[in-house]
């Protein structure tokens, strides 16, 4: 039995990858180093700190910055991304969702949010979601980002389930190899999963219920 669903925030619930790639070329720009879209694929899924290394190390410069130049960076970047963020409206939350949050929530199944973003809180709000999200994983509280399972171990925590009584839904692969990871069943919009979806149109609890026979 479906005892909580557990969900993914960019890509799933709305979709800001546009503003973390606009951020993320800004700043590379800044270094002498060029990404594109493709490249910026790779980095779906994966922490602020992280992607910083991969995009360093995309330019070969990893090894001539500190620690504290990392995190100067790091912020540099969200700042920028905080910004883009203000025009962010209800309007944005990708097709479906809305409606089946609200499909969860009639059927009494808990709701968690397993996003590497720091900004998920902010975003949510913005998007009037806030209040229907029972709990939204800490990333700063776990030992490793996606693809090890820690952040979705950590929602399953905090909505009191034991994973085997949860699903979760992602678009990335890093996400579902989290999932993966933890044994638990897995929802993918546009990439393979346990139920892989084209679209999060076609999310219903109805069309989930093949992963809880």
């Not at 949050?101 to 009037?128: F, H, Q, T």
């Not at 509280?141 to 925590?157: L, N, S, T």
Request: include cysteine; glycine fraction near 8%.
């Amino acid at each position: 039995m479906i005892k909580g669903i557990i969900f993914d925030l960019d890509g799933v619930i709305t979709d800001t990858a546009k503003f973390h790639y606009k951020a993320w070329k800004r700043l590379a720009s800044r270094l002498g180093i060029d990404i594109d879209e493709d490249f910026n694929e790779g980095l779906k899924g994966v922490s602020r700190m992280d992607s910083l290394k991969r995009i360093l190390e995309h330019g070969n410069v990893l090894d001539k910055y500190s620690r504290e130049d990392l995190e100067a960076l790091a912020e540099d970047k969200n700042e920028d991304y905080k910004k883009l963020l203000e025009d962010l409206k209800k309007e944005d939350i990708l097709d479906g969702i809305e409606d089946f949050i609200n499909e969860i929530r009639y059927n009494n199944i808990k709701i968690g949010l397993a996003s590497v973003s720091k900004n998920a809180p902010m975003i949510l709000d913005k998007l009037g979601l806030i209040d229907k999200i029972d709990f939204i994983a800490d990333p700063a509280k776990v030992e490793k980002g996606k693809p090890a399972p820690d952040i979705f171990i950590e929602a399953a925590r905090g909505l009191g389930l034991d994973i085997k009584d949860t699903i979760g839904i992602e678009d990335a692969r890093s996400g579902v190899d989290a999932m993966k990871a933890c044994n638990m069943r897995s929802v993918g919009i546009g990439v393979d999963a346990d139920l892989r979806l084209e679209s999060t149109s076609q999310l219903s609890l109805d069309t989930l219920g093949i992963l809880d026979k």
